[in-house]
């Protein structure tokens, strides 16, 4: 994952690393770095959020505006565009860079924002009170100050569908994010009593929205047709898609993962697995796993689903079933999606690394 996308950012000429940092440097973001120092020494999660802007192994905080770039330079110009040459660089508008910035400046936003903590639910060893309400502070003024940035750059493109689909986009985001924490907040709440067909819509409104949108919009400002556009929104949909299920279904292809409490309950492989078997079936096995030893968890107050143990059963249980391999068939299933809609496009080197991108998420031990 990490060579193909250092060698996607070689082609859209720059690594986009980088891409958010001119809005990062800036005095205003400065004086809120200097704050969220002191809240070094908790557990507040806005600190491992601000490291990932600094150092991210994997690659995913700027997935998003790579992506974008990479479909515009594969996309061209169109017949119809009438910009003057030198507002092409490395084959992208400067307005499809402003966009890709965008983008992330809205990722970055929602996952600053992301970062704020239920106090109720806080520990002793979290840290003290007042700095992680400070915390929470810090997330919300933050978060929505990347947010304010990316809606002024937005305006300033002038083109009022670019403008509708990002703020759509936003907007989906805004309910994916409720409907999500809304559930995780009901009390016994083990799994939603969801289909696949329902986890995807939601996972498109959480994880895939942004994108595709982004995908169409950089389309839109290249004045290509409806029929590229749409090809744009198919492939930035299911590339994402694919890319969600690659990261639920890692807890479960790993050789070697001594993290037994690195998968959720939601995800892909145990809906599915959840299908297979039936919702009181699997509600049955949840509740009547054997938690060795018991008296640990009564100690440490855990609630039986919530028991490392019980989430290493439950793990063993989901590979032995056809969640698993299912998840990885429909992880596939997008990523031929996501390759058929490139078909439309010329080839180049972009659109090959586009094609990279999705084979490095669809691919399996």
């Known amino acids: 994952w990490s060579q193909v996308v250092s060698e996607a950012e070689k082609i859209v000429g720059y690594p986009t690393s980088f891409m958010s940092l001119r809005c990062l440097l800036s005095d205003e973001l400065s004086n809120i770095a200097m704050q969220v120092r002191k809240l070094v020494g908790t557990k507040h999660p806005l600190l491992d959020t601000a490291r990932g802007f600094v150092y991210d192994s994997r690659n995913n905080l700027q997935m998003r505006g790579l992506v974008v770039l990479l479909i515009s330079k594969a996309a061209g110009p169109s017949t119809a565009e ?83 689909l990002i703020s759509s986009a936003i907007g989906d985001l805004v309910q994916g994010i409720y409907y999500e924490n809304s559930k995780s907040s009901e009390e016994n709440c083990l799994t939603d009593d969801i289909g696949i067909s329902r986890w995807k819509e939601q996972v498109f409104l959480r994880h895939s929205a942004l994108l595709a949108k982004s995908c169409q919009a950089a389309m839109e400002l290249a004045k290509h047709s409806a029929e590229i556009q749409d090809m ?10 694919s890319h969600k299920l690659h990261s639920d279904l890692q807890p479960f292809v790993k050789e070697t993962s001594s993290d037994t409490m690195a998968f959720s309950l939601n995800s892909a492989p145990a809906i599915l697995h959840q299908e297979f078997r039936g919702r009181e079936a699997w509600l049955k096995q949840i509740r009547e796993k054997p938690c060795a030893p018991r008296d640990n968890c009564a100690r440490l107050k855990h609630p039986p689903h919530r028991c490392a143990c019980v989430f290493q059963q439950l793990q063993e249980a989901i590979k032995a079933g056809k969640g698993v391999t299912s998840a990885i068939d429909l992880c596939r299933c997008h990523g031929n999606r996501a390759l058929a809609a490139l078909e439309r496009f010329p080839p180049s080197e972009a659109r090959d690394a586009l094609a990279n991108i999705v084979c490095a998420v669809t691919r399996f031990p």
């Open 82 to 164: 009438l910009s003057f040459p030198h507002d092409m660089v490395s084959g992208i508008y400067s307005s499809q860079r402003s966009l890709a910035e965008i983008t992330e400046l809205i990722h970055t936003a929602f996952l600053v924002h992301r970062g704020i903590v239920n106090i109720g639910e806080l520990k002793s060893c979290d840290g003290p009170l007042k700095d992680m309400q400070f915390g929470n502070k810090m997330a919300v003024l933050s978060g929505d100050f990347l947010l304010a940035n990316a809606c002024t750059s937005l305006a300033q493109l002038q083109n009022t569908k670019v403008v509708e």
């Open 232 to 241: 744009a929104f198919q492939y930035g949909k299911h590339m994402s898609m």
